[in-house]
């Protein structure tokens, strides 16, 4: 290895020092003491000469970084003794502590040697791999650098070392930040997907060398986030996020894991549970959730849909119990809000036979197993047809003809609900233009519901292809839209008229926007529109006030309690009146019986459609 001549005087070691450069550098003998440093020294680690000189450089090391200096050799092995600090390795030098710790950057993994380092002396060359360890500056602050060596003298036993330092704070910092986002979710501070896997991993390793591991994942989805998002904006919905990931780390122990997986869900890694212990946590989960968040200076409530998957054995991935805690999640939550489920036997028997569901629903949907079938629509006080109600049934092979409600989860499992509309819409167009002619073709019109989630930019062009596949005219198709969908479009619509309600948001998200950029353009293609239930954001009824929705429907729901119950009449009494405030028509949906229209009837609602009228002649 290159070494300088074996008795280099003063001089000598001060010129090979100060040839260094731009590269910090300084001369130590074999104890460890510092002879020479050079300028650049001084001005990268802000220390003046006069208070290096004669000093143990080990005073200026981490502690943590001087056992590790030892093992390589660079200062000669032995020299510190190693110690235990809080059940980890640790080494002791002299002059080790004899200054107060200042905070240290934030760990991170070692960084590769320079590509591009500074000249070498040339009176030797580097000799040892580099080091990256912690010196402290001038200010008494810890700084990255890394080090490389020069021995000085030859044999066996160097008679002291150059080292050559690069700073390297700030590349490491960058590095602890990015390193920081992978494993982090930047916005609340939850684990990421990343740091989660490997969490999970490693708590299934540590299980019982017989039978499952005691670990458990709950797979928590936050319903009516999504309002609060649309209605209030997105910087309030952050800030919910937030809360609700403060509020989770709460109630879950410390040992957990609490990750977000994206948009509204978030996981939690449980150790050392059994079948009771993760619904009892995820019980305290819910309770946490369930009381009222105050964010943007708005009183919201939100609850919790949860899954939770419980270990099955040893060699369960990662990946198969994260996807049985999601399944029944989504489980919880076809089956209403605020619900934990367990993935047990009986839940894979049903989410089994919902996959063979789901892909005989696809076969129908690619080989034309669909069906329209059509109800009248009444207007109640002159008990004339007014239009036609278009329904999707499937004929299943074995099943019969099954309605849209028997087979929606199936639907919605196999990706099928934008197709089935598409289908839908297309179909009611052509045959409603072929059963209508003469006097009645421009009395009526044909009635598609949409469902959920649906509204957006990409419905217009679908609604244009159906119509000109079918010849009808867009005055002649209504479209039902969920009362959801109209949550958060304040005026993202246009320019509210003077008296519309102010938004519930400083501003509306994103989709809001596309939302109500499709509720505008089908209404000026002259598209009737109806909502199946005045929606929960206030601002929106400015979206009812200018035109593009034409008529509110009565829930089948409130429809079935009328004459039997006080509170639905009342409920129906409002909705009308309200409707009716706004200069907009209301239809009730599901009559059954004469008692209920009789009461629609007296409470002033304007059409109705159900199994009742079924005997009128649909157009």
């Given amino acids: 290895m290159g070494e300088l001549e074996s008795s280099p005087s003063p001089e000598r070691l001060a010129d090979v020092v100060a040839r260094c450069g731009p590269t910090a550098a300084l001369a130590l003998d074999a104890a460890g003491r510092i002879l020479f440093v050079n300028e650049a020294l001084e001005r990268v680690l802000g220390h003046d000469a006069s208070v290096l000189m004669g000093r143990d450089v080990a005073e200026f090391l981490h502690p943590d970084d001087r056992d590790d200096l030892a093992r390589r050799g660079i200062l000669g092995a032995g020299r510190f003794r190693p110690r235990r600090v809080h059940g980890r390795a640790d080494a002791t030098g002299p002059g080790a502590g004899s200054r107060p710790s200042a905070p240290e950057p934030p760990p991170g993994p070692v960084p590769p040697a320079r590509s591009d380092p500074a000249p070498a002396p040339t009176a030797a060359s580097i000799d040892r791999p580099p080091a990256v360890l912690r010196v402290r500056d001038g200010a008494g602050a810890w700084r990255w650098v ?37 494993l982090h979710d930047p916005l609340t501070g939850a684990a990421s997907r990343t740091l989660f896997e490997d969490r999970l991993g ?49 109630a879950v122990r410390p040992l957990d894991t609490v990750a977000r997986m994206g948009g509204d869900e978030f996981v939690v890694c449980c150790e050392d549970v059994d079948g009771a212990d993760a619904p009892a946590l995820a019980r ?32 369960q991935s990662v990946d198969d119990l994260v996807r049985d805690a999601d399944r029944a999640m989504y489980s919880a939550k076809s089956r209403g809000p605020d619900r934990i489920v367990v993935h047990d036997d009986a839940l894979r028997a049903e989410l089994s036979a919902l996959d063979a569901t789901a892909d005989a629903l ?31 049934w499937w004929r299943h ?40 002619d003469g006097p009645a073709r421009n009395a009526v019109r044909v009635w598609v519901e949409l469902g959920p989630g649906r509204l957006g930019p990409e419905l217009v062009p679908t609604v244009r292809r159906a119509l000109a596949s079918g010849d009808l005219p867009a005055r002649r198709l209504g479209l039902g839209v ?85 509170e639905h009449t009342a409920v129906a009494r409002g909705l009308v009146s309200m409707a009716h405030s706004l200069e907009i028509r209301t239809h009730a949906a599901g009559v059954t019986t004469p008692a209920q229209a009789h009461a629609l009837e007296e409470l002033g609602c304007d059409t109705a459609s159900g199994p009742l009228f079924s005997a009128l002649a649909a157009p």
Wanted: charge should be positive; hydrophobic fraction near 40%; charged fraction near 25%.
């Fill in 284 to 315: 305290r989960i819910r309770r946490e959730l369930r009381a009222p968040f105050r964010v943007h200076g708005r009183t919201v409530r939100i609850s919790a849909s949860i899954g939770i998957a419980l270990a099955r054995s040893a060699d």
């Fill in 397 to 436: 092979p074995d099943r019969g003809p099954v309605p849209a409600a028997g087979f929606r989860s199936a639907a919605t499992r196999a990706g099928l609900d934008g197709a089935i509309v598409d289908w839908a819409l297309t179909n009611a167009c052509r045959q409603f233009a072929a059963r209508t």
């Fill in 146 to 182: 890394e080090a490389t060596t020069t021995a000085l003298g030859a044999g066996a036993e160097p008679r002291g070392t150059i080292l050559h330092l690069y700073d390297v704070t700030l590349w490491r910092r960058r590095e602890a930040a990015l390193s920081e986002k992978v």
């Fill in 362 to 392: 696809r076969g129908a949907v690619e080989h034309g197993g669909l069906e329209l079938r059509w109800l009248p629509r009444v207007h109640l006080r002159r008990r004339r047809v007014v239009g036609s109600d278009a329904f999707v």
């Fill in 482 to 566: 969920a009362g959801t969908d109209l949550a958060g479009l304040g005026r993202a619509t246009g320019r509210p008229r003077r008296g519309d309600p102010a938004p519930a948001g400083s501003r509306s998200g994103p989709d809001a926007v596309r939302r109500g950029a499709a509720l505008g353009a089908l209404g000026r293609l002259g598209v009737h529109l109806s909502v199946d239930d005045l929606p929960g954001d206030p601002a929106a009824l400015g979206v009812l006030r200018r035109g593009s929705v034409r008529i509110v429907s009565v829930p089948p729901s409130i429809v079935d309690g009328l004459g039997r119950r006080t």
């Fill in 202 to 250: 490693q708590a299934m390793l540590r299980g019982p060398r017989s039978g499952p591991p005691r670990v458990a994942v709950l797979f928590c989805d936050l319903d009516g986030f999504k309002d609060v998002n649309d209605t209030l904006g997105h910087a309030a919905g952050d800030a919910l996020l937030v809360e609700a990931f403060a509020r989770l780390r709460r």
